[in-house]
C-alpha cells in the first residue's frame, strides 16, 4: 500500500514537470495621443505598473498622432490587422 502511494506520487510530480508552462498573454494598445507628453508618461506608467503586478498578461502601447490615429485604425480593420485595444 505504501510503495503504490508514493508511486502514485512520483507520477503525479512527473506529470505536473511535464505540463507546459502557460504562455503569457500579449495585448497591443494603440493610443492617440502621442503629442500629449502629460497623458502618454501617465498612460505608461498605468501600463507599465499593470505589467508588474501580475504575470498573465503584457500590454504593449503604440502611440500615433491624433491627426492620422483614425486614418491608422480604418486601415487597420480594413487589413484585418486592429489592435487589441484602443485608445
Known amino acids: 500500500m505504501k510503495l503504490t502511494k508514493h508511486l502514485t506520487g512520483v507520477v503525479i510530480a512527473s506529470t505536473c514537470l511535464c505540463t507546459p508552462a502557460l504562455a503569457q498573454t500579449r495585448l ?14 501617465i498612460l505608461n506608467q498605468i501600463i507599465s ?5 501580475q504575470s498573465d498578461w503584457t500590454v504593449t502601447i503604440e502611440s500615433f498622432p491624433e491627426k492620422s490615429y483614425n486614418d491608422s485604425v480604418a486601415a487597420a480593420a480594413l487589413a484585418g490587422n486592429l489592435p487589441d485595444i484602443l485608445d
Do not use: C, L, Q
Not at 492617440?32 to 508618461?41: L, M, T
Not at 505598473?49 to 503586478?53: L, P, V
Open 28 to 41: 497591443t494598445m494603440w493610443y492617440h495621443g502621442a503629442g500629449n507628453e502629460v497623458e502618454s508618461r
Open 49 to 53: 505598473d499593470f505589467n508588474t503586478s
